[in-house]
């Protein structure tokens, strides 16, 4: 799987590079060495395990996808290209590869009892570069207003809200409506940006997705609050 994902993403550089300036592959490389800083600097919460192993290398793998997702918007926005509607297939399926891969690295990294804080996170951080490039390119087709954006930086607001008040940043139980509302959101951007999908079709399912997180976040703090206040 990580072979193919890695075959989709070089097809679809290789399909960009067509009238690219430089701006894409700066941003996409940016995007790439901020995970990196982020795998050097955190891996030592990976102990006790000694290998990086198979798990972080599929989320490594969906950095990269991300990154080529960015590096798309920052050509879209900095550079020559227009639009990216001529790659949304393209993107669609490098997104929908990723999406899968999403569901596959912990459940290995159990399986192999490599899980780990740092894989934890390091998942988390790729989901949340994931989710808002993929509300950054849903909202470059026109298709949808600057609200899809939303659900793209809601866990980035909820990271300063902790930063002002350090309530919210207390640890979290594991939950698994945590995970399920990332896929689902993650598939419901990825649908909106497919051209087949009606725009109608692509905004009840953006609301939709944006009124599941809303919901999720909202309880982290609620539960966060009445922890505090036991």
Known sequence: MTVA???LLASVLMRSLAAMTWWGPVVAFCCYGLVATFVVLDLGRHAPHQRFGVANCVTLTRAAVTALLWGVIGETVLGSRASAAELEWLLVMAAAAALLLDGIDGWIA???GMASDFG???DLEVDSLFALALALLVYGTGRIGVWVLTGGLMRYVFV???WLWPILAAPLLPRRRRKIICVIQGGVLIASLAPVVP???ARC???AGLALL???FTADVVW???VKHA
């Open 5 to 7: 994902v890695g075959l």
């Open 110 to 112: 159990r399986r192999s």
């Open 120 to 122: 934890a996170d390091f």
């Open 160 to 162: 300063f809200a902790g």
């Open 199 to 201: 725009g109608e079709v």
């Open 205 to 207: 399912l953006c609301l």
């Open 214 to 216: 809303a919901y999720s």
């Open 224 to 226: 966060l609050t009445k």
